[in-house]
């Protein structure tokens, strides 16, 4: 099988509905796409201000068949990442108390390991911190997040995954990058182990349903996410999506679907250190008596 690759340039720094589309993808076509990172530009490892080094997207990409009022369904079959990373702190970012320095630490990459110092060493986990499909209206920065998806840094976006994005233009304008070596929930000084790299993924169009935020199916679990100015209104929507499937699945009055959620299910920060704030609600597959909306995953052992 041939597979088409595009990026990591043009990049853009906003999804926005007026960019002109790098390639044109056919439903469940198998794709690559190329993505920077804050390693890309020059002169990162001398710079003392790292204000400047934003993450942008690559993209859009058109999806055919994709209109608005649809449901996009994207499957992450692979990540492949470079061998070198960074990570930075800015003044007057992150979740911490008083203020941070500006810092850049480039870290090395091998064997499954991010090398964070001499004595230290992080397991690697692949995962995609922005991909959005772009709003009809505005024309948001590639570090916010809403119901096009966006900057989610959610860590469960990784090989195996699909999301489901609601569509509001023709074609979908589908933007992704920001690829992380490893993060944990939060993101909390700021950014996570930045890095270069390539995705592979294919899109299909699901019809006659509806959906108003994106919602993740990873690793056995259901993932609804939210956003908002707080962490407490981002939950709140987050929680109350994965109540309406709980309850459209199960036939089930809200207060005995809510005890569920809050016997089995868990709310983890994705990220707090942006504007908007994003969290995520997670319940194992098996409380569902089908999986909602998804369709199968498709094959991720691609030849290549």
Known sequence: ????????????????????????????EVFRVETPS??????????????????????????EGALPGDLVQIDIHDIDIADRGAMVTIPGRGGFSGEFESYGHVVEIRDGIVQFDEQVTVPVNTMIGKLGL?????????????????????????T??????PVELEGGHLYLGDLHAAQGDGESSLTAVEVEGAVTLSCRVIKNAQLQRPMLRSGGRVITMGDGDTLDEAAQLALDDMLHLVQEDRGW??????????????????????????????????????????????????ER
């Open 134 to 158: 772009a709003p009809a209206t505005g024309n948001p920065s590639s570090s916010t997040v809403g119901t096009f998806a966006g900057n989610m840094d959610c860590k469960e976006l990784t």
């Open 160 to 165: 195996g995954a699909s999301i489901i994005v």
């Open 1 to 28: 099988m041939t597979i088409r690759s595009v990026g990591p340039l043009p990049a853009s720094p906003t999804y926005s509905a007026t960019g002109e589309p790098i390639i044109v993808v056919s439903e469940g």
């Open 253 to 302: 009055r809200r207060e005995k679907a809510a005890m569920l959620i809050s016997a089995a299910g868990d709310v983890a920060i994705s990220q707090l250190v942006n504007p908007r704030r994003s969290v995520k609600v997670l319940l194992d597959e098996r409380y569902f008596t089908r999986t909602p909306l998804f369709s199968a995953h498709a094959d991720s052992s691609i």
């Open 38 to 63: 804050i390693l890309s530009k020059e002169g990162f490892e001398e710079a003392t201000d790292f204000s400047h080094f934003a993450i942008p997207v690559t993209g859009p990409i058109l999806i």
